[in-house]
């Protein structure tokens, strides 16, 4: 028995150790310096609620019904309960089992069957004894009839770990549910960063809206201005063709932006388990793009690995995989199970508090795998395998983060320098357009002019309500790519905690 106990506290298998996610050496060093942009990114604790940098409270209110609302969260949430009710069933081998039996029979036993292979001189002897057993014939007579039989007991067994198979399988399902919760906390995070870029969007797309709706007044006061020097004699019919002409144009360019308008209202009802234009009340209203801060606060590279839920999402799938490997080692040695039974059993109810009524056994029994096939050694090989897929793409998930980081840093500045040069480009195509209207009002140029200045104003106003747009839609993939919000706690609804296991 000490052997015994001894052997239960040994595991098989590797022991898992987190890995080292430390951020490349000199990554931010060997980053090419900024070019001086008004919103620039600064070594500063991550708020946690970073959509409130935008200082928008109707963007804040979408947000904070996602944790509780979101569908793809609520599934998630869901995964992590059966993690734990999996664990559950994986740790019920650590205790014994007991069970109770109770039964009643009426049976009758051939004359036929095997009792007929006793001798009638056995079964004079049974007769004389049996008291309400066999009948007159006994048990091996021609006269075998029906009987009672009641019994009532306990089974009782426990498989020892002696090789630390069952506490391998916790292990391995404890870091399933870590998994599981990680798994929850990067769909929160997507579903967060989700609802603010529809937002972006759906503001910008309302900013060209209102762009072409300005552009077409230009366009219908150009028409006009043509008409009425056509009728004075002092231009033809061709400038005012080509003023009509500019004025479906533009009108042409508002049915496509009314339907990304409506697509993307639609798209954030969906993000909040709402059904097709909820949300169109709230959100028709023209607002203007939730503009960046000046001053962008991204942590520190070292803090990464801790707050990216992919990245801790994919270290509980390597511990997952190297406790399995623990199990599949175990099972190359024997185990040891310890069982045992009490009952009663009796031929008449009124003996079934008899103590001559009792029956017993217990003792220990050993299995030992001698052959298996190869089965044993191939489970192993493919846990072994396992792991090491779950090592590399912990190592890919890493680096995949600085990637992301790196280039959304290098899109926010790249978008914000674009956005000033676009502002430059309108105020100058305003500019000529205002020249050429007057040139053309004053006979000294003709129409096309015009028509010139006026496209090139209108596609630039639009590149820089896109540019503006994207400003602020890399702002939120860069809080994305940095895997800040999921640790909101919304205790009210229970969603998500910040506190880890």
Same mark, same amino acid.
């Given at each position: 028995m ?15 150790? *987190?890995?080292?996610?430390k951020?490349? /050496? ?6 090419p ?10 070594a500063?604790p ?12 109707q963007?804040t209110?979408? +947000? !904070?019904r ?10 998630a949430?869901?995964?992590?309960a059966? =993690?734990?009710?999996?664990r559950?069933?994986v740790?019920?081998?650590?205790f014994?089992?007991l069970?109770?039996n109770? #039964?009643?029979? $009426? +049976? ?6 095997v ?9 004079? =002897? ?10 007159a ?5 021609t006269?075998l009839?029906?009987f ?5 007991g306990?089974d009782? *067994? ?11 399988s916790? +292990?391995?399902?404890d ?11 990067d769909?929160?995070?997507s #579903? ?6 529809d937002?972006?969007?759906?503001r910008g ?13 230009? /366009? ?6 043509t008409?009425?020097r056509?009728t004075g004699g002092l ?7 080509n003023?009509?002409?500019?004025? $479906? @144009?533009?009108a042409a ?9 409506? /697509?993307?209202?639609?798209?954030? /009802? ?14 028709e ?7 960046v801060?000046? $001053?962008?606060p991204?942590g520190?590279p070292s803090?990464?690995?801790?707050r ?24 190359f ?5 310890l069982?045992?039974s009490?009952?009663?059993?009796a ?9 001559n009524?009792?029956q017993?056994?217990f003792?220990?029994?050993? #299995?030992?795998?001698?052959?298996? &096939?190869g ?13 090491q897929e ?6 890919? @998930? ?5 990637h !992301?980081?790196?280039?959304?840093l290098?899109?926010?500045e ?9 502002v430059q ?5 305003q ?11 004053? &006979?000294?140029? !003709? ?7 006026? @496209? ?9 309500a ?5 400003v602020?839609?890399?702002?939120v ?9 999921? +640790?909101?706690?919304?205790p009210?609804?229970?969603?998500? $905690?910040?506190?880890?296991?």
């Open positions: 000490p052997c015994l106990l001894a052997a239960a506290g040994c595991t098989v298998g590797p022991d898992f150790t *987190s890995p080292d996610a951020a490349p /050496s000199g990554w931010f060093a060997s980053r310096p900024p070019i001086p942009v008004r919103s620039e990114p600064v500063e991550i708020d946690p609620n970073w959509w409130k940098l935008f200082d928008d409270p963007l209110a979408l +947000e !904070d996602v944790a509780a609302e979101n569908l793809d969260v609520r599934l949430t869901i995964r992590i059966e =993690s734990r009710a999996q559950g069933v740790a019920a081998a650590q014994p089992t069970g109770g109770a #039964s009643y029979e $009426r +049976e009758k036993a051939s004359t036929n069957g009792f007929g292979l006793l001798g009638s001189s056995a079964a004079g =002897s049974e007769a004389s004894g049996a008291g309400g057993g066999f009948g014939g006994g048990v091996g007579g006269n009839v029906p009672d039989l009641y019994q009532y306990l009782a *067994s426990w498989e020892l770990d002696l090789w630390g198979r069952v506490r391998r916790v +292990e391995s399902a870091a399933s549910i870590v998994a599981s919760q990680e798994t929850q906390r769909t929160l995070l #579903s967060l960063a989700e609802v603010a870029r937002y972006v969007d759906l797309a309302q900013l060209r809206e209102r762009i072409a709706e300005d552009n077409l007044k230009s /366009s219908q006061d150009a028409l006009k201005l008409q009425e056509a231009t033809t019919d061709l400038d005012v063709a003023a009509a002409a500019q004025v $479906r @144009t533009t360019e508002i049915p496509p932006i009314q339907q990304d308008e409506a /697509s993307l209202i639609n798209a954030l /009802s969906l993000l909040l388990g709402e059904p097709p234009n909820a949300l169109r009340a709230a959100l209203q023209p607002k203007p793009v939730p503009p801060p000046p $001053r962008v991204i520190v803090e990464l690995a801790r990216r839920p992919d990245i801790r999402q994919a270290e509980a799938e390597l511990h997952e995989a190297t406790a399995d490997i623990g199990v599949a080692v175990a099972n040695y024997p185990s040891v199970t069982g045992g009490v009952g009663i059993q031929l008449q109810a009124k003996n079934l508090f008899s103590l009524s009792r017993y056994s003792g220990p029994s050993i #299995s030992i795998p001698i052959f298996e &096939g089965q044993l050694k191939s489970t192993l090989q493919l846990r072994e395998a396992s792991q779950a090592a590399v793409n912990y190592q890919r @998930t890493v680096l995949k983060a600085w !992301d980081v790196d280039n959304a290098t899109a926010y790249a978008t914000q320098r674009r956005r000033d040069e676009l480009a309108v105020a100058q195509n500019r000529a357009l205002s020249l050429a209207t007057s040139r053309y009002q004053d &006979g000294v140029s !003709d129409f096309l002019e015009v028509l010139d200045a006026q @496209t090139r104003l209108l596609s630039t106003q639009q590149q820089l896109i540019a503006t747009t994207n602020s839609e890399n702002l993939a860069l809080y994305k790519a940095l895997g800040g919000g999921w +640790e909101t706690a919304y009210d609804k229970g969603q998500v $905690r910040a506190d880890t296991e």
